[in-house]
T-cell receptor
């Protein structure tokens, strides 16, 4: 099955800083999603982005399907951005597979 | 319903007992996933249902684990003879079009085996 790797595993930011999270996947994908798991454990959908670029407020994401990676950008980070960010992808005929996550801590 | 609903939210059980966890997917979603998340860890795939196709059970960790889904409705995950290592949050997700669309998660069931 498809392999999904995220980097970095941990990220500590000062409030107001910008950051980039990366997701690499091993095969062509039909589906690429970014999630934020908040401190209460809820998985919040951020982006459904099998290709191209999307923006939602301070967050944006880009997937370059031909090069098998996706990037999540956090700008002007806030303490509420803390948590774990997961990417997940699905190749044809395979299940949705998650990366190991990036744990983000934004300090005030 | 408006979102994926899981019950119970929390379950404490004694080692050796059987437990049933329930997932109500978003209405009309054809695909349903179960994942397990141990404390501080990532999401571990358990089982995947897509419409009337045979489920992908490749992630079930042992024969103590089983899951059922009737049509495109409710799913139950059953753990028999629970062990302490089964303690985790069990998450359910549903999608339309069987993986070619956005997956949405329930709030999870936190299982504690004492």
């Amino acid at each position: 099955g498809i392999q999904v790797e995220q980097s970095p595993p941990d990220l500590i930011l000062q409030e107001g800083a910008n950051s980039t999270l990366r997701c690499n996947f091993s095969d062509s994908v039909n589906n690429l999603q970014w999630f934020h798991q908040n401190p209460w454990g809820q998985l919040i959908n951020l982006f459904y982005i099998p290709s191209g670029t999307k923006q939602n407020g301070r967050l944006s994401a880009t997937t370059v399907a031909t090069e098998r990676y996706s990037l999540l950008y956090i700008s002007s980070s806030q303490t509420t951005d803390s948590g774990v960010y997961f990417c997940a992808s699905e190749a044809a005929g395979n299940k949705l597979t998650f990366g190991g996550g990036t744990r983000v801590l934004v300090k005030p | 319903g408006a979102g994926v609903s899981q019950s119970p939210s929390n379950k404490v059980t004694e080692k050796g007992k059987d437990v049933e966890l329930r997932c109500d997917p978003i209405s009309g979603h054809t695909a349903l996933y179960w994942y397990r998340q141990r404390l501080g860890q990532g999401l571990e795939f358990l089982i995947y249902f897509q419409g009337n196709s045979a489920p992908d059970k490749s992630g079930l960790p042992s024969d103590r684990f089983s899951a059922e889904r009737t049509g495109e409705s409710v799913s139950t995950l059953t753990i028999q003879r629970t062990q302490q290592e089964d303690s985790a949050v069990y998450l359910c997700a549903s999608t339309s079009w069987g993986g070619r669309a956005e997956a949405f998660f329930g709030q999870g069931t936190r299982l504690t085996v004492v």
